[in-house]
Every structure is written in structure tokens, then in C-alpha cells.
């Protein structure tokens, strides 16, 4: 079975999006900065729980 079978299915609409309904470069660097700023948000608050 392959990883991408074992992501959410949220994760992987996202990606299917992305892959199969983006056709400019705008927009996917649109969805890359939202994508990262909340990875980045997550992490902090991961890290903060530790302490």
C-alpha cells in the first residue's frame, strides 16, 4: 500500500486538487504560502504543548 493510500481523505483531495485543477502559477503559490504558514502554526503549537 502506498503512503498517499494512508493519508486523510482530506489530504488527498487537496492534493488531487493541486495536481489534476491548478493551471497557474499564481494560485498554486497562492495555496503553497496558506499550506505553509499553517504547518508553521501547527509545529509552534506542538512545540509549545512540550514545555
Excluded at 40 to 45: A, G, I, P
Aim: charged fraction near 45%.
Amino acid at each position: 500500500m502506498s503512503r498517499f493510500n494512508e493519508l486523510p481523505k482530506s489530504v488527498k483531495k487537496a492534493l488531487r486538487y493541486i495536481r489534476q485543477d491548478i493551471h497557474s502559477i499564481e494560485k498554486l503559490e497562492e495555496i503553497e504560502r496558506s499550506i505553509k504558514i499553517q504547518i508553521y502554526k501547527r509545529k509552534q503549537e506542538l512545540k509549545g504543548e512540550k514545555d
